[in-house]
């Protein structure tokens, strides 16, 4: 298979080693990046997109075509995501910082101060619940739906919306609190 498409999956029993290592081509990175956003951790997202890979080979029969392949994915190493913290090696962490790719040339200054911007918006995410945290990353950063999101978290569409709602009335408040961070209090 040159380019895995989601119907190309869609009743297979099995994967040979091609097909398998296209499927890895096309979404390791998503997946290795949701893995971070759910642990924070590089090397354990790494495991985890290995998991999730090595669990999707060997539940291929499971795949229906219900929905885009990546969303399988993504449940899969949510759940591993999951299965991890539950171990006894999850530990808290600090924040890796993630920085989205730049659109287009700017100045070194201009780059500087996009970058600490991305990074303050970024961990004051990770600073919030993981309720919330995490219906904001899918929505903001992968761009799924409601609905998709629903279907990935197990609640209903108006309770992802009502979380949206609630992780970014957060996230302003706690940017605003940075903003006004050494700022004298005439209030």
Known sequence: MADIEDNDLKYRVALDADEMADLIAKYWHDVWQYALFLTRREHLAEDIAQDTFVRAMRAIDAY??????????????????????????????????????ANG?????????????????????????????????????????????????????????SRLYRGRAMLAERMKGEENDGQPDHG
């Open 105 to 161: 040339a700017a100045s070194a200054e201009n780059e500087y101060w996009r970058n600490e911007l991305a990074n303050e918006v970024w961990a004051a995410v990770w600073d919030l619940p993981g309720k919330y945290r995490e219906p904001i990353v899918l929505f903001a950063h992968y761009e799924w739906s409601y609905s998709e999101i629903a279907g990935l978290l197990g609640i209903a569409e108006g309770t992802v919306k």
């Open 64 to 101: 229906r075509g219900d929905g885009p392949v990546k969303n399988w994915l993504f449940r899969i190493a949510r759940n591993t995501a999951f299965n991890y913290r539950k171990s006894a090696f999850w530990r808290k962490v600090t924040l890796v910082g993630l920085i989205p790719d």
